[in-house]
């Protein structure tokens, strides 16, 4: 059974940093490509971030030299290590498996205010 758990959101000052975890259980991260979505309120949820089975990874353009997508295979778990954060950047956001259909975990929320 395929599980994808969030952790690692919160509220932080703009230019600040989070490190956001995707905890996967059911199949193996380094078997597949894993994604991290944002949805902002009234937005259509986008792609931020994206590595594939090999390895390699791709960012939306909106976040690319400040976000860094990884994982760990020993630990089976997506990373989405977010700096120089921005107000623009707040969302719930969301680690994705897109296989035979798509599998979402619940989200976690990013603030980022003054």
């Known amino acids: 059974q395929v599980q994808l758990v969030e952790s690692g959101g919160g509220l932080v000052q703009p230019g600040g940093s989070l490190r956001l975890s995707c905890a996967a259980s059911?199949?193996?991260?380094?078997?597949?490509?894993m994604n991290w979505y944002r949805q902002a309120p009234g937005k259509q949820r986008e792609l931020v971030a994206r590595?594939?089975?090999?390895?390699?990874?791709n960012y939306a353009d909106s976040v690319k030299g400040r976000f860094t997508i990884s994982r760990d295979n020993a630990k089976n778990t997506v990373y989405l290590q977010m700096n120089n954060l921005k107000p623009e950047d707040a969302a719930v956001y969301y680690c994705?498996?897109?296989?035979?259909?798509?599998?979402w975990g619940q989200g976690t929320q990013v603030t980022v205010s003054s």
């Open positions: 059911g199949f193996s991260v380094s078997a597949n490509a």
């Open positions: 994705n498996l897109a296989a035979n259909r798509d599998y």
């Open positions: 590595i594939s089975r090999l390895g390699s990874t």
